[in-house]
């Protein structure tokens, strides 16, 4: 009879049976691992969660008053025999990869991660592992990211001419890992910046936290218009097109997202400009990711999965897609790309569902 894995793929999330827990399910369950407080990884309903020490006031803030556990990277926690520790997944801050290890047996799960070191999250570390779990959300060979300080210095010419130009800059990114980290990369001696509700918020959690980030001002009704517009103001993705948005015209609006590496997103956005900016890793970066860990099997969770599983068992992984609920948290979850490299709305990107 075939072995049972240590950790299986069910309706409600990825379960491990011997340690009576399951990493980020999407159904309520009585103990839940938590790689990440992005909302299609960290739900609410749980009896029981535990995450890394960063990651504590954001959950709070977005789940309320829940069971919450946190530990630092490293630390092991035993559940029923089984040994978890996280270790730094380098997506946001506080994310983090799930070792699992029972009986000599070792599981991985990543969560969302990104191998460049962003300056504000805790870089990825790869870890050893004889299965690792992995997202493939820009697993095509499109997908190359530039070093950060260039295209930083792209945002912050931007930023620069716009104030010449008498223009407001509106700069949109997802309210928990990509404003902070542009937070931290802007060229302040430009001007202030200030920051829709949704992303202070976020920044008031993380700085509850103890985590320093740049200084913001949110923006309220008893804001001053003109001062807003001198400096440079973070929104996320929710609020385009809105009303409030209208109201600092005006405005040259830019994205932040690796979408913005396809043709055609940025028009799709409408917006003046598109910075290819990610919190995940692009192609080279999951297959080095992949390759560290030395596993000898590859399960792909979503994203490009049928592309990516193709290419990983042709070098010689044993790669499998599964089916879960996780997402993009890039704000562009309904978009993939054709044969030509061109955006085209498909629902989501998970291909094998296609």
């Known amino acids: 009879m075939a072995k049972k894995p240590l950790l ?159 223009v407001a800059t509106v700069l949109i990114g997802y309210s928990l890992g990509k404003a902070q980290r542009i937070l931290q990369n802007l060229d302040l001696s430009i001007g202030k910046v200030y920051t829709h509700g949704v992303i202070e918020n976020t920044n008031e959690a993380l700085r509850r936290n103890g985590i320093p980030l740049n200084p913001t001002e949110r923006i309220t009704q008893d804001s001053l218009k003109e001062e807003v517009r001198r400096g440079i103001i973070l929104a996320p993705p929710s609020s385009v097109g809105t009303p409030w948005m209208r109201k600092f015209l005006p405005y040259s609006f830019g994205y932040c997202s690796g979408w913005m590496a396809i043709r055609g997103a940025k028009r799709r956005r409408a917006a003046d400009r598109g910075f290819v900016l990610s919190d995940h890793a692009d192609w080279d970066g999951l297959i080095s990711a992949i390759d560290a860990t030395g596993c000898e099997s590859v399960y792909l969770t979503h994203g490009y999965t049928a592309t990516f599983s193709r290419y990983l068992n042709e070098i010689g992984f044993d790669a499998h897609e599964v089916h879960t609920l996780y997402g993009d948290d890039e704000g562009e979850s309904t978009l993939a790309v054709d044969d030509e490299n061109n955006l085209v709305d498909e629902g989501n990107v998970k291909e094998g569902t296609r």
């Open 8 to 166: 299986e793929f069910t309706d409600k999330g990825i379960y491990c049976a011997p340690g009576k827990f399951y990493i980020d399910p999407w159904k309520p369950v009585a103990d839940a691992v938590i790689t990440h407080a992005h909302a299609d990884h960290a739900y609410w309903g749980h009896k029981h969660y535990l995450a890394h020490h960063f990651s504590k006031e954001v959950l709070l803030y977005r789940l309320g008053d829940i069971q919450l556990e946190t530990v630092a990277y490293g630390e092991k926690v035993i559940k029923n025999g089984v040994q978890i520790s996280l270790h730094p997944a380098g997506h946001v801050i506080g994310s983090a990869q799930v070792r699992v290890e029972y009986k000599g047996e070792v599981w991985v799960v990543s969560g969302d991660y990104k191998v460049e070191d962003d300056g504000i999250s805790t870089p990825f570390e790869p870890v050893r592992c004889h299965s690792f779990i992995s997202e493939c959300t820009f697993g095509m060979p499109v997908y190359q990211w530039k070093p950060q300080a260039a295209i930083f210095n792209d945002i912050n010419t931007w930023w620069r001419h716009n104030v010449e130009l008498g």
